[in-house]
């Protein structure tokens, strides 16, 4: 399986901790922002 790269740009980012930073979100949604997250620091989900 090839490792997927992500490169977020800093609306995406700010967008991201906005949304987790709220704390009133579902778990799926949650997960996914926080993977989209360490993607983007480099980070494989492999």
Do not use: F, I, N, W
Not at 12 to 39: F, H, I
């Amino acid at each position: 399986m090839k490792k997927q790269h992500v490169q977020l740009t800093e609306a995406d980012r700010s967008y991201l901790g906005d949304l987790l930073s709220k704390g009133e979100l579902k778990v799926r949604v949650q997960k996914r922002a926080m993977t989209l997250q360490m993607l983007d620091r480099g980070m494989s989900y492999v």
